[in-house]
């Protein structure tokens, strides 16, 4: 079955410390996204990427890293300069960029 | 920027029609989006609408209305399972990539 893994479903995060999230996708999508969800907002774009070893800043990209070393991958690192990582994290992609968005199942990031 | 504005909550109940409002403000408007989701899970691709008038799906149809920066999401005959939560997203501005409004959560109660 073609999709979107995202992992782990759940993580903590001590402060001062960096924490990668993974997100794979096998539908042979060239763009791939982050965005993060929190209560009460709309998703709101962290990074995302049209190409392979190409990718640019969204809405909030302060404290956050990604690479886009394979097609199939997108990860995401949230920093130690994220001060309010607490969130519920979604990877997308999209077969180009005029198609629509196919979210994976999401990511909820705690601190401890 | 983009303004995206949704009801935050809306209760209906099982069997009955409700339909989701999402108002915006952009200058040029390239798509609609609506998007499901069940909490703690993906959204999953509803409706996507770039030119007037409605467009059905079954139980679901989504409208368009781009001189009023309107669009609507009518659920029939609902089920308890149509409980979540329902994203508009619009695209705009020489973007292809949407922008979220907030969410609207629908409540089925039997």
């Known amino acids: 079955d073609g999709g979107i893994t995202q992992s782990p479903k759940y993580l903590f995060r001590k402060e001062g410390q960096n924490v990668t999230l993974s997100c794979e996708q096998n539908?042979?999508?060239?763009?791939m996204y982050w965005y993060r969800q929190d209560p009460g907002q709309g998703l709101r774009l962290i990074y995302y990427?049209?190409?392979?070893?190409?990718?640019q800043k969204g809405d909030i990209a302060e404290g956050y890293s990604v690479s886009r070393e394979k097609k199939e991958s997108f990860p995401l690192t949230v920093t130690s300069a994220q001060k309010n990582p607490t969130a519920f994290y979604l990877c997308?992609?999209?077969?180009?960029?005029?198609?629509?968005?196919?979210f994976g199942s999401g990511t909820q990031l705690s601190v401890l | 920027g983009q303004n995206i504005d949704q009801p935050t909550e809306m209760t209906a109940t099982e069997g009955a029609i409700v339909q989701i409002n999402c108002t915006y403000q952009?200058?040029?408007?390239?798509?609609l989006f609506w998007y499901q989701q069940h909490a703690g899970e993906a959204p999953t691709f509803l409706s996507y609408?770039?030119?007037?008038g409605l467009e059905e799906k079954g139980r679901f149809s989504s409208f368009l209305s781009r001189s009023k920066g309107y669009s609507y999401l009518l659920l029939k005959e609902l089920q308890m399972k149509d409980s979540a939560s329902y994203l508009c997203?619009?695209?705009?501005?020489?973007?292809?990539?949407?922008?979220f409004g907030r969410g609207t959560s629908l409540i089925v109660h039997p």
């Open positions: 997308a992609s999209s077969e180009n960029t005029n198609e629509k968005l196919f």
């Open positions: 539908l042979n999508h060239d763009a």
């Open positions: 990427s049209q190409i392979v070893n190409d990718f």
């Open positions: 952009t200058s040029g408007f390239n798509g």
């Open positions: 609408n770039v030119l007037d």
């Open positions: 997203a619009v695209r705009a501005g020489g973007s292809y990539i949407p922008t």
